[in-house]
């Protein structure tokens, strides 16, 4: 039996050998002080090996030497000064067994607990109580709180890094009149209580309040809060980025805070304790902002104006009118537009609203006056009234003085300007929309708010009785440089032996500084001289003379402020024309001049009514034919009896009837001419409408030339395609109608000849 049990005790330790060889560890390890060690301690790190193999010791993964003791299997190594975590370990080289090890921790022990303090949270009735021990112990430290009544309860927690406990309990009776509590902290390094700490309910602090919603009028605001049964709150408000200011009052009652001032934003906070005996503070709580209603602006607006140069040949003048910007104070509200009334000798004209961010208007007008007001949404400021007029110009008697890069000084005499009320006012050069002013009664005004490098003007206006008096000022600048940028010139016209030439503006921003005056250079290609001109600010053209005619140049313009000269600008070639091509370009301007008055009398000539009225022009000029029947040959041939008859229905157009055949017979008169005179059939059915008609009608003159002035051969050559003039429409080719008194034709000779020879 005994044999049986042997053998069974040898396999089973057998097994257990064979199985801590495959999977067991290979060693065992220890400190001299465990695995929390006291921060800059030494100690030592042992490993006992359970077999023999080549030994191996770490540090942080880290390869460490180690001593070994004679016919042992331990090995150790000394740690000096332990100041952060390390991991130490060992393990056997030849098999890729287990290591053993052990993470070791520096610290400190706890300090004896101190500064308790408790907050009582008032809706559910817990405390909870914060202490301090000292500096953190970097390792784990228990904190445990225990409260000394009938229970003797002890309530932990642990310490946080900075070295804070805390604990809470609840309590039962909000009038105790005192508790008792134990304090203790612990770690592996040490342990520290205190106590009995006495705990009085006047020093138990009330959890921090919250505000709810504001609600808000143009002058006060009412805070809601969560629901609480404390009786003292103090409340304490602000403008954004201003003053605090505090109130105390009863919790029970609202909590209305008045004298605020309209449309302005206010932050809020509050705070709470038990009564006023009893009890601390509380924190005070989350900022709640909330503005407050408006209200009509009451304050009257700060208005000037400035009068425009006056056209010439103008009656009426024109000013620029402007106004300051209500603060948040005086405008009470968003100003939504300005109303601008504007009051002459013959009555009020229509209101002009301008609308912000405007601040000014342009007027025009006589003898008026200008009423300006601003309206938000409650209403209308009280009116401003002005009247313009056109001060009296004071030279010679205004100076300033630079006081630093951002202000002037300036002076006047009182003797020359005087006035019980001064208006300053200023502006960059080039935007007068940027206009600021201000009213002074002394001698001396001091203008700040000015840019180094940027130009200003001003003046200064005498308020008086009579009427204001203005001394103006340029050129105000605190501090210049050399302009960074040239004009560009531009070439307005040229001749011979002189160039007229002009230049652009230089931005504003460019000129750094008031600009006094311009250069222009011009510089003879040929021969390479240089000429320049000065020109005074702010003149932009110049003319120059003295030049070669068919001569080249190069011509640019640089700008100088009182700092020096800045860059030329662009350069412009330009050649002066020689006498050849004067007289060319002198030729082509008139014959261009000729031929577009040519055209534009031809264009008129088109019109039914300029023809009219040119033909009667030029019928006066025309020879006038004369009537053959005023000649003597004409009554010599009537006392022959030697007469051609022609019938006057042939003349007549509206007759319907066939023409008769018309009997003609020639009369030799040698000495005079040889002539035909038609008459009219006489007809005794007609005698009467004949007579009108010949009363109506003229005799037809038949020249030499074929051209017969008369209504029924002109028929007859439409009908037969005989034209003799060109068919184009002309205000010349017209049928002439000749009239007036008796002609003679004692001194006129007609060659008939043509005419017979047709016949």
């Known amino acids: 039996m005994s044999s049986e049990c042997t053998w069974s005790v040898l396999v089973m330790l057998c097994f257990i050998l064979a199985t801590g060889a495959h999977g067991g560890k290979v ?36 390869l460490i030497k180690y001593k070994q003791y004679p016919n042992s299997s331990e090995v150790s190594v000394d740690v000096k000064n332990l100041t952060e975590p390390s991991t130490f370990s060992c393990n056997c080289k030849e098999e890729r067994s287990e290591p053993c090890g052990i993470d070791i921790k520096p610290g400190y022990p706890p300090h004896v607990p101190q500064n308790l303090t408790c907050i009582q949270k008032i809706k559910s009735g817990n405390v909870t109580c914060i202490w301090t021990t000292g500096k953190g112990t970097i390792i784990n430290t228990t904190c445990q709180l225990r409260v000394q009544n009938g229970l003797h309860l002890a309530y932990e927690s642990t310490m946080n890094s900075t070295g804070f406990c805390h604990s809470s309990f609840p309590i039962k009776n909000l009038i105790m009149p005192q508790l008792f509590m134990l304090l203790n902290v612990s770690n592996s390094l040490g342990s520290k209580t205190s106590g009995p700490h006495t705990i009085i309910l006047n020093n138990i602090e009330p959890s921090m309040p919250e505000i709810v919603n504001v609600s808000c009028s143009s002058r006060w605001c009412n805070l809601h809060t969560d629901n609480h049964s404390l009786n003292v709150v103090e409340m304490k408000y ?59 602006p009451d304050k009257v607006l700060d208005v000037w104006y400035l009068q425009e140069p006056k056209p010439p040949q103008s009656n009426s003048k024109c000013f620029h009118i402007f106004w300051k910007e209500l603060n948040l104070s005086d405008a009470k509200g968003e100003i939504l537009r300005y109303n601008i009334s504007v009051r002459e000798q013959t009555g009020m004209r229509n209101p002009i609203i301008a609308v912000p961010p405007s601040r000014n208007e342009r007027i025009c007008c006589s003898h008026c006056s200008v009423s300006v007001s601003a309206v938000n949404s409650v209403g209308q400021s009280p009116v401003k009234f002005i009247t313009l007029h056109f001060p009296g110009l004071v030279s010679g008697f205004l100076s300033h003085r630079t006081l630093n890069n951002y202000s002037v000084a300036l002076f006047w005499h009182k003797l020359a300007i005087a006035g019980t009320e001064y208006v ?105 001289d ?175 030339h074929g051209a017969i002035s008369g209504g029924e051969e002109e028929d007859e050559e439409e009908e037969t395609g005989f034209e003799f003039f060109p068919s184009t429409h002309s205000p010349f080719l017209e049928p002439l109608v000749l009239t007036g008194g008796k002609l003679t034709l004692d001194a006129v000779k007609i060659d008939c000849s043509e005419f017979l020879d047709r016949t």
Not at 279 to 288: F, I, P, R, V
Not at 469 to 496: D, H, R
Not at 557 to 563: H, N, Q, S
Request: charged fraction near 20%; include cysteine; aromatic fraction near 10%.
């Open 27 to 62: 060693c065992t390890v220890r400190s001299s002080k465990g695995e929390n060690v006291l921060f800059g301690s030494n100690f030592t790190f042992s490993c006992i090996f359970n077999k023999q193999c080549t030994k191996l010791m770490f540090r942080n993964r880290t």
């Open 238 to 296: 602000s403008e954004v980025n201003g003053n605090w200011s505090t109130l105390q009052t009863d919790g029970k009652s609202r909590l209305n805070i008045s004298s605020l001032q309209p449309y302005t934003t206010y932050n809020f906070q509050i705070r709470r304790k038990i009564n006023d005996s009893v009890g601390l503070w509380s924190e005070w709580s989350q900022q709640k902002a909330a503005k407050t209603k408006e209200e009509a």
């Open 424 to 528: 300053v006012h200023w502006y960059p050069v080039g935007n007068i929309e940027a206009i600021q002013w201000i009213r002074v009664v002394d001698t001396t005004a001091h203008i700040t708010g000015l840019q180094p490098q940027q130009c200003y003007e001003g003046a200064v206006t005498a308020l008086r009785s009579p009427g204001p008096k203005m001394a103006s000022i340029k050129s105000i600048s605190t501090w210049q440089s050399a302009p960074e940028q040239g004009p560009v010139p531009q070439l307005c016209s040229k001749n011979s032996e002189s160039l007229n030439v002009t230049w652009s503006e230089i931005p504003q921003r460019k000129r750094k500084g008031c600009l006094k005056k311009y250069t222009v250079y011009l510089m003879d290609k040929l021969k390479g």
């Open 530 to 704: 240089i000429h320049n001109f000065s020109v005074d600010h702010p003149n932009r053209q110049y003319v120059i003379s003295s030049l070669s005619p068919g001569q080249c140049y190069s011509l640019w313009v640089t700008a100088w402020t009182d700092a020096g000269e800045g860059p030329k600008g662009s350069d412009l070639p330009v050649c002066t024309p020689s006498d050849s091509e004067r007289m060319l370009s002198l030729v082509i301007l008139t014959g261009g001049a000729v031929l577009l008055a040519c055209l534009i009398l031809l264009c008129f000539c088109q019109f039914t009514s300029v023809q009219k009225r040119f033909l009667c022009c030029c019928q006066g000029l025309l020879p006038i034919i004369p009537d053959p029947a005023n000649s003597k040959c004409a009554k010599t041939c009537a006392d022959d009896q030697s007469e051609i008859k022609f019938y006057l229905d042939q003349c007549d157009s509206s007759v319907n009837e066939e023409p008769y055949n018309v009997d003609v017979e020639e009369v030799p008169y040698p000495s005079i001419c040889t002539y035909i005179k038609s008459f009219s059939q006489e007809s005794s059915s007609s005698d009467a409408t004949q007579i009108t008609r010949i009363t109506d009608m003229t005799e037809d003159y038949i020249s030499t």
